[in-house]
């Protein structure tokens, strides 16, 4: 009896540098995928990777097929042609079918409308805030809303399974159609806690000091760490102004990331005279980032939107509390000693939260984080989602055939 395939369709290559919470989560799929499944992924390709054909890979330690649709060497920066729209119409008259197909963006789908296979659709983030945020040009839809929504309401009917990291978009994609309202469920984002782990309170004042000797900063010295994409979501000059307002002088900003915002980010730096006071590290492997949690005093997230933030969880996990905007699930994770919340989006209020939590007792917290980070685990969470997809494939396995071509 073969293997039952799972298919993942997102627009990135696991082993080029890309940033982003969707990366993780696809990776995490992989990596705990169970060895009674065959797994595959359609991505981008590299120079060292063309595109065009599949490849025999390992990753994490597990192996699985890669089929890059085209090439795409920095995934960070936003061209003419979204990425999004590159991806979909390279999937155009292609028949990957499988039994079971993965989707992270809604677009692609529509290649799939014809395929056969038992099809999930995950949303990442608070879709519908997302497009009508205003002032804040992330992504091409918010310029046509309706074209978005009249694109969803074509495709949305062909998925067996819609899972949201955020209850918000489950209850609001729950009232938009009704008639398939059972197929909506919220589900929780992970975290690896074989990389993203806590240490004690004097191996992590170590290991700060260490860093701040290497950053030629004073020993005493006390970080914020911003991890993600330099883009309109996140909003990261926000996070700057903010900073500029705390008063503490030995407190040092880390933002690790790459993106389109970062000459205007030097620009705000330079312009409010802290470029003694924050550092921009470019990209960071998720290993070096698990450090930074591990030693950082607080993780810092000024998005305009959000679903549940992977690196929310990966700071919680390694004991470093959160401090956010309103945005997506991450007010609603945190509890007592693991963050704080800024009463408004504008630099005030975010300093406010920023220099609370600063004065939160750090044994305390990290204990509190670790706690709060522990349902999210990735082991769990993804094995009782394939055990379901497995449950599926026994009900079905005598009552069809699904046919799995590499590519047509």
Known sequence: MRKPVLTIFYQFNPWCSSIGGIQTVVRNFIKFA??????????????????????????????????????????????????????????????????????????PALAA????????????????????????????????????????????????????CNSDATGLYQAAYPSIRDRITTIRNTVDEDIFKSLSTAAADRQRQAFAHQMGLPAQTRFLLFAGRLHPQKDPKLL????????????????????????????????????????????????????????????VLSS???????????????????????AGETPRILKPLTGEVAAERTPEAFANALSAVLNHPREQATRACVTAAAPFGASRVIGALYQNLWQIWQQQRSQQTVTVPLVS
């Open 34 to 107: 169970p060895p009674s499944f065959d797994v595959r992924l359609v991505g981008t390709g590299s120079q060292q990777m063309p595109a065009g054909r599949w490849y025999q890979q390992t990753i994490d330690g597990r192996e699985l097929l890669f089929f890059p649709l085209f090439n795409l060497e920095n995934d960070d920066i936003r061209r003419w042609l979204p990425t999004s729209v590159k991806y979909t119409l390279s999937l155009l008259l292609k028949n990957f079918e499988s039994d079971f197909i993965h989707f992270h963006r809604l677009e």
């Open 113 to 164: 409308l014809n395929w056969s296979g038992h099809k999930s659709l995950f949303i990442h983030n608070d879709i519908r805030t997302k497009i009508a945020t205003t002032g804040n040009r992330g992504i091409l839809w918010q310029r046509f809303p309706w074209a978005y929504f009249a694109l969803e309401r074509q495709l949305i009917h062909q998925f067996d399974q819609i899972l949201s």
């Open 240 to 299: 700057v102004n903010a900073f500029s307002r705390i008063a503490a002088a030995d407190t040092h900003l880390l933002i690790a990331g790459e993106g389109e915002l970062k000459p205007a980010l030097k620009a705000c730096i330079a312009q409010l005279g802290l470029e003694q006071r924050v550092t921009l590290l470019g990209a960071v492997e998720q290993l070096q980032l698990a450090h930074l949690y591990q030693m950082a005093d607080a993780f």
């Open 304 to 326: 305009a939107y959000e679903g549940l933030p992977m690196t929310v969880l990966e700071a919680l996990s390694c004991g470093c509390p959160v401090v956010t905007t309103k």
